[in-house]
T-cell receptor, first 115, second 113 residues
Framework: GNSVTQMEGPVTLSEEAFLTINCTYT??????LFWYVQYPGEGLQLLLK?????DKGSNKGFEATYRKETTSFHLEKGSVQVSDSAVYFC??????????????FGKGTHLIIQP | NAGVTQTPKFRILKIGQSMTLQCTQD?????MYWYRQDPGMGLKLIYY???????DKGEVPNGYNVSRSTTEDFPLRLELAAPSQTSVYFC????????????FGQGTRLTVV
């Protein structure tokens, strides 16, 4: 079945540091890939997405490239801010093992940025 | 812009009680979903709907029921609450199915004691 594996947290960085959060996936076909962000006490919000191989999604200084050869979709940002502190979820969109239409999520990575 | 609205935000239930988690969206989206989020486990799909009158099971449907009588509303019913249903529940909607952005509500934190 489909699965998403992302690096465990928490990840603690200083402000202006470079960020990478690794994400790899297993899928039977050609999924779309997403990064969602969850701020404390809120629901998930779409951060960026890519729908086919070699596409790069970008938003708010974050980027991720859909790498089919390595089945990866790593999230990067050149200079993080305290306001980036949140939980980040990698997800794929393809029918699940039960045939359901829905997103398959990784476990989430808690990012903490210190001033 | 309301988006996806869930009620209640918090609830404590006793074992064996029942309740309905409400979800409504004002974006005229066809697809709606219920997920549960357990600590350190990501989100799991409970049920989903592709339009009014159509619902289907996700990965973890046992102990839950849903209905979709209108495009806007997608309530989730727990009939006999169990401690294993302690979780945070998120409702989401999307315009179409698989390759489009899902919009999430703020969640319902449910504790079963």
């Amino acid at each position: 079945g489909n699965s998403v594996t992302q690096m465990e947290g928490p990840v603690t960085l200083s402000e202006e540091a470079f960020l990478t959060i690794n994400c790899t996936y297993t899928a039977t076909g050609y999924p779309s890939l997403f990064w969602y962000v969850q701020y404390p006490g809120e629901g998930l919000q779409l951060l960026l997405k890519a729908t086919k191989a070699d596409d790069k999604g970008s938003n708010k200084g974050f980027e991720a490239t859909y790498r089919k050869e390595t089945t990866s979709f790593h999230l990067e940002k050149g200079s993080v801010q305290v306001s980036d502190s949140a939980v980040y979820f990698c997800a794929l969109s393809e029918k699940t093992g039960g045939g359901a239409d829905g997103l398959t999520f990784g476990k989430g990575t808690h990012l903490i940025i210190q001033p | 812009n309301a988006g996806v609205t869930q009620t209640p935000k918090f609830r404590i239930l006793k074992i064996g009680q029942s309740m309905t988690l409400q979800c409504t969206q004002d974006m005229n989206h066809n697809y709606m979903y219920w997920y549960r989020q357990d600590p350190g486990m990501g989100l799991k799909l409970i049920y989903y709907s592709v339009g009014a009158g159509i619902t289907d099971k996700g990965e973890v449907p046992n102990g839950y029921n849903v209905s979709r009588s209108t495009t806007e509303d997608f309530p989730l019913r727990l009939e006999l609450a169990a401690p294993s249903q302690t979780s945070v529940y998120f409702c989401a909607s999307s315009k179409t199915g698989l390759n489009t952005e899902a919009f999430f509500g703020q969640g319902t934190r449910l504790t079963v004691v």
